[in-house]
């Protein structure tokens, strides 16, 4: 895909920045409105209850219109801090002030990245990565390092081995249903891992998107909940994928140490975050069934996800990949085929998946492929897979 070149009158640091292919594919998906794309981590627009949307947006323009359509704290709209800080985190010293709005959590990440990191600075990372912490932490230039990642979390022998023969200073994970692998730390390497990097004196940015997301409602302490380096300690969490990613919020909890700081950065970003979205989602956690909702989201993706297992199955039986416990994707490996092969035919078929070398901290070549099941109607999925086997078929013969 073709990429601008920084010119002579861009900062050094903006050769460092990193691409979204992702973001790319979707592009050509706008364009041509026959390509079925399993790329994008896009949540299913149909599952937010447009009736209680509908009405808490005209109750919010009709009662709250010199708040919502106002400038706002920066650290965000208080009432919804506060519903963040009793309902969606898990970490005990969690408090109204410890939450800080942002700009989803990727914002939190960019925040995060400025803050800590520059070219001395040595970032560990799983491998493979969110995409997204790469954008938001290359272009500080900081030193990657990379822990392999198993089914239930990052390799402990190699983890350890890492902490004990370099300094790190930082280690961003996504524990639960990653993105892209869709692993899930297990509850012991949880509680192995948080001690670890206590010992060590490692900062955490624990980045919690997908949480919420567990086939079966089942939710997994944080990492973070296991510490007792609480400064040393950042917590991400998002709307996007359990309400919707069109209000653009997140938050970041943030020790006390630290809150000046992030509060200061973040204002040089944006001010304040989006406070129209913050009071309408502020209501709508008031109105709706929030236990109901999150149940609804579960049991609708874990239909979608046994899809497109089984359409694998029966279409393209070498693909391997593993069940996951929750999220939106599939981690596919598409054997005897390289990526690039696979990819341009595909594309030039109709069809988009996320090649694996995108989540590589160190861009090694990969024979794996994300997989969204989450947007796609049933017949669209079917289609897309079908088109996949062909492509696979026609390399292979």
Known sequence: ???????????????????????????????????????????????????????????????????????????????????????????????????????????????????????????????????????????????????????DGPNLYLLEEILTQNKIHIFYANPSYQNPSTYTWSLEKRKQIASLLDEKEVILFEDEAYRYLDFEGKLYPSVSSFRERRDLTFVLGSFSKILSPGFRLGWTVVPKVYRNLFTAVKQGNDLNSNQFSQVVVSKLLDFMDWNGHLRSIQTFYAEKKEILVSLLKEYIPEAKFSRPEGGMFLWVEYPKVSQKELMEGCLASGVAMVPGSEFSPANRSSSNFRMNFSFLGNDEMEEGVKRIAKVYRDINT
Not at 14 to 31: A, P
């Open 1 to 151: 895909m073709e990429k601008e070149m920084p010119t002579i009158f861009s900062a050094k640091r903006t050769s460092f920045v990193r691409t979204s292919v992702i973001r790319e594919i979707l592009k050509l998906t706008v364009e041509n409105s026959d390509m079925l794309s399993f790329a994008g981590g896009l949540p299913n627009p149909d599952l937010l209850p447009k009736d209680i949307l509908s009405s808490v947006m005209e109750s919010v323009v009709r009662d709250h219109s010199n708040t919502a359509l106002q400038y706002g704290d920066s650290s965000g709209y208080e009432a919804l801090r506060m519903q963040i800080a009793e309902k969606l985190t898990d970490v005990s010293w969690v408090s109204l002030n410890s939450i800080s709005i942002t700009h989803g959590s990727q914002q939190g990440l960019d925040i995060l990245g400025k803050m800590f990191m520059d070219s001395d600075t040595n970032v560990l990372l799983e491998d493979p990565v969110y995409l997204g912490a790469l954008q938001a932490f290359s272009p500080y230039q900081p030193k990657f390092f990379s822990v392999p990642m198993e089914t």
